[in-house]
């Protein structure tokens, strides 16, 4: 979809994988004059203004907002209740604000504790594209490319201010999708947050066995595909399984249960049983992949 969309001054809070993106995404577009990006880290995000990502920055956030347009929180979810109290008392009269994270209700929650009568200028969104890799380094401008944005507004948000979102996220390449934050929280329980979980205990518990040196040399290319989730950022992922306790404790519960089965398939050697597990598995991949596949050759 080709959209005409442009905006003088977008800040971006966390100038990392997801941040950076957004920003080369948009620059690559010509869609913004100007992005002044927001951190801690005055290095990280000099090297942002090297690498052509930002225009300027501020370690402040009230002065790096002043004066946006849009604003984007793209922090570790953890950070964003803080984040959303300092922006609210200098947020401009017309600007809008948006999110990245990766749980909706409790950026949501921060916001609307925040921003009072402006909470209708919150629009929660959610990429989902990223790598396990992070920081501004491993940003690139086509990470949105035909990828899925989902953003949860609530009944009390300003439309207009969805539409601008929305139309931001399009002229990234992305296509964008609304639910409730609670199904959102929900779904992504089970297709994102519960593979990382598997994938950071798997690891774990291999590197602390007594040999675990022999175990990842000799390990295959397919532990390391199953696990390459495993690199990513573990303070994102610790407040994500925070952020999310109760849908994720929910499904990790579901998950050892179904665990146990293949458990006394396993023991009690039910192979008819093994092999009806792994053939539904294998053919509801293979299905998910080809509807993805004539999905994206749609777009
Ligand atoms: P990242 O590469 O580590 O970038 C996060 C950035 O946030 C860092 O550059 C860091 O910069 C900054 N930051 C951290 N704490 C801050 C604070 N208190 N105040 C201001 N800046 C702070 O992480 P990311 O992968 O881009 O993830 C960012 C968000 O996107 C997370 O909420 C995550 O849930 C969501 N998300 C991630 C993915 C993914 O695959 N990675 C996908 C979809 C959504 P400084 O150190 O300079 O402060």
Not at 149 to 174: F, H, K, N, S
Not at 203 to 224: I, P, T
């Amino acid at each position: 979809m080709t959209i005409d969309w442009n905006v003088e001054r977008i800040a971006i809070v966390g100038v990392g994988l997801i941040g950076g993106s957004l920003a080369r995404a948009l620059k690559a577009a010509c869609a913004v004059t100007e992005v002044i990006g927001i951190g801690r880290n005055e290095p990280n995000l000099r090297r942002a203004v090297e690498l052509g990502v930002i225009d300027r920055f501020a370690t402040d956030v009230e002065a790096g907002v002043d004066g946006a347009d849009i604003v984007v929180i793209a922090t570790p979810v953890g950070a964003m209740q803080e984040l959303c109290g300092r922006i609210a008392p200098v947020l401009g009269r017309d600007s809008v604000v948006t999110d990245v994270g990766s749980v909706k209700r409790a950026p949501v929650e921060a916001a609307r504790a925040a921003f009072g009568d402006n909470f209708t200028r919150f629009v929660p969104g959610h990429p989902v594209a990223g790598t396990e890799k992070s920081g501004v380094e491993a940003s690139f401008a086509e990470l949105y490319r035909q990828r899925t944005v989902i953003l949860t507004p609530d009944p009390e948000t300003d439309p207009a201010a969805v539409q601008r979102i929305t139309d931001m996220w399009y002229t990234t390449g992305a296509r964008v999708t609304t639910m409730t934050f609670g199904d959102h929280d929900r779904i992504l329980a089970t297709t994102s947050h519960l593979p990382h979980m598997l994938a950071f205990a798997l690891v774990d518990f291999v590197a602390s066995s007594n040999d675990a040196d022999a175990h990842f040399e000799l390990a295959a290319g397919g532990f390391y595909d199953f696990t390459r989730i495993a690199s990513s950022d573990p303070v994102m992922w610790r407040d994500i399984s925070l952020a999310n306790a109760d849908e994720l404790g929910a499904k990790l519960r579901q998950f050892a249960d179904h665990l146990q089965k293949v458990t006394r398939a396993v023991e009690d050697g039910d192979g008819a049983w093994l092999q009806r597990a792994f053939g539904n598995a294998r053919r509801a991949r293979t299905d998910a992949l080809v509807q993805r596949e004539r999905c994206d050759s749609k777009k």
